[in-house]
């Protein structure tokens, strides 16, 4: 069975760093890309961050680049992002999915559509 469980989330104040973790299940992330999104309260989820599945190549979204870092360790078949610098524009509620390697970066990594397995999501609130 597929599972995608994040966690990690929390408050903080702005500046500070949260290291949210994505543990997958039923699969290995040689398998599959894992990109994490986010979903601010009344709009639609926004592609953060991408790791892929053969090498680790990593893509970021303009608004996180510089700040926030995906990783990965096969071993614990987990995959990070280690947040820094958070802002109050941070708060979201961050989820991670498994996609196609392949097909996603024909086709766009930032489409949900192409995804085929999703976390529940953990929440991240930046405030003072």
């Known amino acids: 069975q597929v599972q995608l469980v994040e966690s990690g989330g929390g408050l903080v104040q702005p500046g500070e760093s949260l290291r949210l973790s994505c543990a997958v299940s039923?699969?290995?992330?040689?398998?599959?890309?894992i990109g994490w999104f986010r979903q601010f309260p009344g709009k639609d989820r926004e592609g953060v961050s991408l790791?892929?599945?053969?090498?680790?190549?990593?893509y970021y979204a303009d608004s996180v680049k510089g700040r926030f870092t995906i990783s990965r360790d096969k071993a614990k078949n987990t995959v990070y992002l280690q947040m820094n610098s958070l802002k109050p524009e941070d708060t979201a509620v961050y989820y991670c999915?498994?996609?196609?390697?392949?097909?996603?970066?024909?086709?766009?990594?930032?489409?949900?559509?192409?995804?085929?397995?999703w976390g529940r999501g953990t929440q991240v609130t930046v405030s003072s």
């Open positions: 999915a498994a996609g196609a390697q392949r097909l996603l970066l024909q086709r766009g990594i930032w489409i949900q559509g192409l995804y085929d397995y």
């Open positions: 039923g699969f290995t992330l040689d398998n599959y890309a």
């Open positions: 790791i892929t599945a053969t090498d680790g190549m990593q």
